[in-house]
């Protein structure tokens, strides 16, 4: 009897990958899918090797998302064409590999904008989709996949679907905010913002203190399209969560000076040097953070109806490419929670004990949230959201923010899977209601378990 | 899956009735730990050691191990990674002999070299490749400051340690870039019942302080881990003294 020769080894050999806060890095093979064809059949054959896979897009989720350790990951980015622009009625029909940058350059000369940005324009469509991402804008416009219109999905049984929110609500609601776990998405149809220029007229205040704070945003967040505030968790006593408020719209044409009108749709990222490789070791602590946070509360040049690119406005630390790097070879945690409205008690109990326990935490981001998405596992619902990132190695940081989220879970809110890196698996089950479907609607789709990533592992998703 | 902290929520401890090995996992519980494997000869200590962990919340599994017996070691512990992925182990098995004795029983001088050493080599080949196969985990290695520098009181022990300290470096340098982190512990004297009745060394340490220091470590993702650390330049001095100076040591 013949024996068969070895199968050819082509596989890429397992490479370490991580999150956006560098955190508990796992290895995995990566592979980058160039067509359609390439991504179902890598998925396939993920299927058989008992590990699975996920996508990934640009790896901007801060935890173990798009992290798939010992079986595959799929790198989404080789698929990023625009298939087709519609510029009478704002659509865009794209690879889910595409990211909101190229987007945005793409579409801004034609006089239209993305429905929802985050922090960051390096973030994939499927990212976006996946997170079910929410931008300043979330308390007028709800959350990225809201305006999609259809996206096509690869499922774990092989499958392509074409899926609407009409004509499948249950699977596409799944997948929005499903961190990737029902499917790859490849493709999606996305509707978009008409826009008159590329700059933001923005109004900018401070807030003395948090009360101070939650009553402006309270007061009259419902006038802006846009809006956030930036607040210093370092600042201890009367000044706990003073803040710079910024708030905005596209700036209407009639706003723009006359050599600005000439190209009012000019897109102008500007960008920084990256920080050096090397970056010593307990370089944050909360002396510099402190004094970093005071400089810049300082600085903040209040007033109202200034122009603003649109990247000063939206994407600040997009200017600094790698800064996620300052934080060491620690890594950092990115802690976002909301809470909903009535329960403001538990919010300033948490800024203080973040106060008290001395995080050495940059300027935070708290904003209100609008009405929810019907997304399974979509994080945002009406409430206040708060965004803090901290340096991993801080001692004791792992027990308190188990305590926090006591505090979260207690009043209903929720963490945010697109930048947890760290949550208890029970904690999660009394956080997403809907999470016993989610797991029913994977098991049907996916029934040999082809789709999994270190996420789903380690909250048992 | 080890969460940002490096904290696990699945761990063997090969040794497990070991004081410092149940000191870690209790420790572990406190924070992610949810599901224990107990690896060691089977023996009620082995149960009541389960039984107490039990009692902390987390699912316990006891199962026969020995050092002794490598050949076994492959079908053992393979059981236990085909139940599920592990994210910590810590080989925690050892025995520190009678070197007064054993100078006179080749044979029981043996026995301490292959309990420590030889099943060491093939406990942590065996996960190690398990760890390598699912692209995460840590392994924690039990060394000795006695295999830092071979002494007159314990020189059979200590060569045993020396060994197994080379093999887990050497064995975090092949799985390198695998996912994997392999971490060598370095006590000092810790009072368990393995140093009972023993003249106290200088630096004496607790079962706690290391199950501290391999938290901490699995958190930083640290090499190797000293303990207490103030350890570590004390040793590098001993290291270099002069063969004439270091006999007459009282050590
Ligand atoms: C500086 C910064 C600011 C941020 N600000 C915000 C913010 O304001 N609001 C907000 O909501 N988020 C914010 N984020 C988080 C970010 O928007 C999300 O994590 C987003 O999912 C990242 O997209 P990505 O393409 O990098 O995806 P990755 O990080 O690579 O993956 C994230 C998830 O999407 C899944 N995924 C990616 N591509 C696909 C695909 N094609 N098919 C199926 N699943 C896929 C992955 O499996 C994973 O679960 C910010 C992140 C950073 C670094
Ligand atoms: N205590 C110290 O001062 C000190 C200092 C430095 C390093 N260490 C090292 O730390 C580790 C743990 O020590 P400890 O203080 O916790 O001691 P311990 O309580 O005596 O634990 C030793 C463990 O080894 C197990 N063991 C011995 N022979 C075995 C075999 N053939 N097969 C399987 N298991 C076997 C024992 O199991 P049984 O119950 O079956 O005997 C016990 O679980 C050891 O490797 C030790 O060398 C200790």
Redesign the pocket.
């Known amino acids: 009897m013949a024996v068969l020769p070895p199968a050819p080894d082509t596989a890429p050999a397992p490479t370490p990958v991580s999150g956006w806060g560098r955190t508990a890095p796992t290895a995995a093979r990566l592979l980058r899918p160039a067509s359609y064809e390439e991504a179902a059949a890598a998925l396939r054959e993920a299927a058989h090797s008992g590990r699975g896979a996920i996508a990934r897009g640009l790896g901007r989720a801060y935890g173990d998302a798009a992290q798939n350790a010992g079986g595959a990951v799929l790198d989404m980015t080789g698929l990023d064409r625009i298939h087709e622009i519609d510029a009478v009625n704002g659509l865009v029909v794209c690879d889910a590999g595409v990211s909101l940058h190229k987007l945005m350059q793409v579409l801004l000369p034609l006089g239209w904008f993305v429905p929802v940005t985050p922090g960051t324009r390096y973030v994939t469509v499927g990212g976006a989709i996946s997170a079910d991402i929410h931008g300043k804008n979330h308390h007028v416009s709800g959350s990225f996949s809201r305006h999609v219109r259809a996206l096509e999905l690869l499922t774990g049984d092989g499958e392509t679907r074409l899926v609407t929110p009409q004509d499948e609500p249950e699977l596409f609601w799944a997948t929005a905010g499903g961190m990737g776990l029902t499917g790859v998405i490849l493709a999606a149809t996305v509707e978009l913002l008409p826009v008159r220029t590329s700059l933001m007229r923005v109004d900018t205040e401070r807030a003395a203190d948090l009360d101070d704070l939650m009553a402006r945003l309270a007061a009259n967040d419902h006038r802006y399209r846009y809006s956030v505030a930036w607040i210093d968790l370092l600042a201890r006593g009367a000044r706990t969560g003073r803040a710079v408020l910024t708030r905005g719209d596209h700036a209407p044409l009639d706003a723009l000076g006359a050599a600005a009108r000439r190209d009012p749709l000019a897109f102008r990222p500007g960008r920084l040097p990256a920080p050096p490789r090397m970056i010593p070791e307990g370089l944050l602590t909360r002396r510099t953070v402190g004094a970093f946070n005071e400089f810049w509360y300082r600085k903040a040049r209040t007033g109202s109806g200034r122009l603003q690119r649109l990247s000063t406005f939206f994407h600040p630390l997009d200017g600094v490419p790698d800064w996620n790097r300052i934080y060491g070879r620690g890594g950092f945690v990115q802690y976002q929670f909301v809470i909903g409205y009535g329960h403001e008690e538990a919010l300033r109990r948490i800024v203080r004990r973040i106060g008290a326990h001395g995080c050495p935490s940059f300027l935070a981001v708290l904003k209100r949230f609008g009405d929810g998405d019907p997304g399974w596992l979509s994080f945002p619902m009406p409430g206040w959201t708060l965004a803090l990132d901290i340096p991993a190695a801080m001692p004791g940081l792992g027990a308190l923010l188990d305590e926090l989220d006591e505090e979260v879970a207690a009043v209903g809110g929720r963490v945010y899977l697109a930048k947890d890196s760290r949550l208890r698996p029970d904690m999660l089950a009394r956080m997403y209601p809907r999470l016993d479907d989610f797991r029913e609607l994977r098991a049907r789709y996916d029934p040999h378990g082809a789709l999994t990533s270190d996420l789903a592992r380690r909250l048992a998703l | 899956m080890k969460d940002a902290f490096g904290a696990p929520q699945t761990l063997l401890l090969?040794?497990?009735?070991?004081?410092?090995?149940?000191a870690t996992a209790r420790r572990l519980i406190a924070r992610r730990t949810r599901r224990v494997y107990l690896?060691?000869?089977p023996?009620p200590?082995?149960e009541q050691a389960a039984q107490d962990l039990r009692a902390l919340g987390a699912e316990t599994m006891t199962v026969a191990?020995?050092?002794?017996e490598p050949d076994t070691h492959e079908e053992v512990l393979g059981k236990v990674f085909a139940d599920g992925d592990i994210d910590t182990v810590l080989?925690?098995?050892?025995?520190?002999g009678d070197q007064a004795r054993d100078e006179q029983d080749p044979a029981a001088a043996a026995r301490v070299a292959q309990?420590?050493y030889t099943?060491g080599v093939s406990a942590a080949l065996v996960c190690g490749t398990a760890l390598q196969h699912q692209g995460h985990g840590s392994l924690v290695v039990?060394?000795?400051?006695?295999g830092e520098r071979a002494r007159r009181s314990n020189f059979i022990?200590g060569s045993s340690?020396a060994g197994l300290d080379a093999f887990a470096q050497g064995l975090g340098d092949a799985l390198h870039g695998c996912g994997v982190h392999v971490m060598v512990?370095?006590?000092?004297?810790?009072?368990?019942?393995?140093?009972e009745g023993r003249r106290e060394a200088p630096m004496a340490t607790t079962?706690d302080a290391?199950a501290e220091a391999v938290e901490a470590g699995l958190r930083r993702r640290t090499e190797v881990v000293w303990v207490p650390a103030a350890l570590r330049p004390v040793m590098a001095a001993l290291r270099l003294m002069p063969r004439p100076l270091f006999r007459r040591l009282p050590l």
Do not use: H, Q
């Open positions: 090969l040794g497990g009735t070991s004081e410092i090995g149940l690896a060691g000869r023996s200590a082995l191990f020995d050092a002794l080989l925690a098995f050892g025995v520190l309990t420590n099943g039990l060394s000795s400051v006695a022990y340690k512990v370095r006590p000092g004297f810790v009072r368990t019942r393995m140093t079962a290391v």
